[in-house]
Nanobody
Framework: VQLVESGGGLVQAGGSLRLSCAAS????????MSWYRQAPGKERELVAG????????NYADSVKGRFTISRDNAKNTVYLQMNSLKSEDTAVYYC?????????WGQGTQVTVSS
């Protein structure tokens, strides 16, 4: 099983980034896919999630209207489009796959927003 995040980097406040998480080794389309983040000295928090079939999404209040989670089951990939980035969005972003019996995490990708 692998979850490989990419797309992080350094961006100025107000800018955009698109994170990708490529999955392999499990039945991607049946898993709920989510993005979490963890800033230095803080607990890991849910950013956005998307169900496997219904397409329902949920977002942290702090990112609503700015971030969009999407998934491509044909490519086994989940995305996080991040717009209007703020300095408080700086964190390591993790991809998570949640199934009926298993949960998998990626290694994380750093996002740094300079003000």
């Amino acid at each position: 099983v692998q979850l490989v995040e990419s797309g992080g980097g350094l961006v100025q406040a107000g800018g955009s980034l698109r994170l990708s998480c490529a999955a392999s080794g499990f039945s991607f389309s049946t898993y709920v896919m989510s993005w979490y983040r963890q800033a230095p000295g803080k607990e890991r928090e849910l950013v956005a999630g998307r169900t496997s079939t219904s397409g329902r999404t949920n977002y942290a209040d702090s990112v609503k209207g700015r971030f969009t989670i999407s998934r491509d089951n044909a490519k086994n990939t989940v995305y996080l489009q991040m717009n209007s980035l703020k300095s408080e969005d700086t964190a390591v972003y993790y991809c998570r796959a949640l199934g009926s019996r298993n949960v998998y995490w990626g290694q994380g990708t750093q996002v740094t927003v300079s003000s």
